[in-house]
T-cell receptor, first 114, second 117 residues
Framework: DAGVIQSPRHEVTEMGQEVTLRCKPI?????LFWYRQTMMRGLELLIY????????DSGMPEDRFSAKMPNASFSTLKIQPSEPRDSAVYFC????????????FGDGTRLSIL | AQTVTQSQPEMSVQEAETVTLSCTYD???????LFWYKQPPSRQMILVIR??????QNATENRFSVNFQKAAKSFSLKISDSQLGDAAMYFC??????????????FGTGTLLAVQP
């Protein structure tokens, strides 16, 4: 089975531009998570969805960040406008619903804001 | 709030030897899950092993095993017969067994493991 698929793998853009990161979870997984990894803060949860509904977005840093899950097989994380401090690796993960279910991660998107 | 601490930023082991990575956590909950994830230079996050807090038996996955000490809030990872492919960053993570908003993984800062040939 295909794992979690993220695109793009790398993104370099200039400050002020809109950035959209995409994620396709594993088929049959009902929970989807967006994490951000930086040297300063390590890995931190931004937002997660259960059955396409946002459950916890307390990790979203500010209004410039937004996430959507229009259907069970697709999610986006958008940053508008982007800033250099948003540079990080962004991971998407999915699991079956339930806290005993392991989360499977995508390969991440390395985002660089110049 | 729950926290996860990995006190060893870097570790080194000789190929074929055994190494233990440390992890401690803080929680007031009695039911939770603990995980070790491996992140090689390719950047993937790979689940290595997991432990349910209600189970006394330590989890084992081939060359990987844990030493789970619930009272001490300790969750160390032992890698036996280390291989060059084990070289990676290893993250310890905690997840509450309560549903809803506590479903997130809380990660430690990681331990970078080098394997010497």
């Amino acid at each position: 089975d295909a794992g979690v698929i993220q695109s793009p793998r790398h993104e370099v853009t200039e400050m002020g531009q809109e950035v959209t990161l995409r994620c396709k979870p594993i088929s049959g997984h009902n929970s989807l998570f967006w994490y951000r990894q930086t040297m300063m803060r390590g890995l931190e949860l931004l937002i997660y969805f259960n059955n396409n509904v946002p459950i916890d977005d307390s990790g979203m840093p500010e209004d410039r960040f937004s996430a959507k899950m229009p259907n069970a097989s697709f999610s986006t994380l958008k940053i508008q406008p982007s800033e250099p401090r948003d540079s990080a690796v962004y991971f998407c993960a999915s699991s079956r619903v339930g806290t005993n279910q392991p989360q499977h991660f995508g390969d991440g998107t390395r985002l660089s804001i110049l | 709030a729950q926290t996860v601490t990995q006190s060893q930023p870097e570790m080194s082991v000789q190929e074929a030897e055994t190494v233990t990575l440390s992890c401690t956590y803080d929680t007031s909950e009695s039911d939770y899950y603990l995980f070790w994830y491996k992140q090689p230079p390719s950047r993937q996050m790979i689940l290595v092993i997991r432990q349910e807090a209600y189970k006394q038996q330590n989890a084992t996955e081939n060359r990987f095993s844990v030493n789970f000490q619930k009272a001490a809030k300790s969750f160390s990872l032992k890698i036996s017969d280390s291989q060059l492919g084990d070289a990676a960053m290893y993250f310890c993570a905690y997840r509450s067994a309560n549903g809803g908003a506590t479903n997130k993984l809380i990660f430690g800062t990681g331990t970078l493991l080098a394997v010497q040939p």
